[in-house]
């Protein structure tokens, strides 16, 4: 039941719109190219009433030692370069797939296998979505 009440009483910042050039936004696409994620991309959530963000940011690791890597890193980096922690993390027990939750943008750190099945670009195809790899 508490894990319900988190969700109801977690708002998105309204009062801070958030765009592709923020710092925040920027910090965490640096933060997982340093760390070598793979098939990043982001989706645009701005536009879409229902959504939980204003971004989602999903990228791809090919080990749960990767993935626990990304994660620690763009925590650390966001922590340092931009003073905010994550309002919640989720899944650094099983490694597979880590959220890191920071209110108006939300990461998804995957290993191929669950971003394929799970397809969260798919379920958001009405978002507009871009690139961001080297």
């Not at 719109?17 to 696409?29: A, D, H, N």
């Not at 943008?105 to 670009?121: A, D, G, N, S, W």
Request: glycine content about 2%; charged content about 30%.
């Amino acid at each position: 039941m508490s894990n319900l009440n988190s969700l109801t009483t977690r708002k998105k910042n309204s009062a801070v719109r958030l765009t592709r050039s923020s710092k925040l936004f920027k910090t965490i696409i640096n933060a997982i190219q340093e760390k070598k994620g793979e098939h990043i991309v982001s989706l645009d959530l701005r536009k879409i009433d229902e959504a939980v963000s204003d971004f989602f940011i999903i990228c791809q690791a090919n080990s749960n030692t990767q993935i626990k890597a990304i994660a620690d890193f763009v925590e650390y980096e966001v922590k340092e370069k931009c003073s905010e922690a994550a309002y919640k993390h989720e899944g650094r027990q099983a490694q597979q797939w880590i959220l890191i939750d920071f209110v108006n943008v939300v990461v998804h750190i995957m290993l191929p296998e669950p971003r394929k099945f799970y397809q969260i670009e798919e379920m958001w195809s009405d978002a507009p979505s871009m690139e961001h790899n080297d």
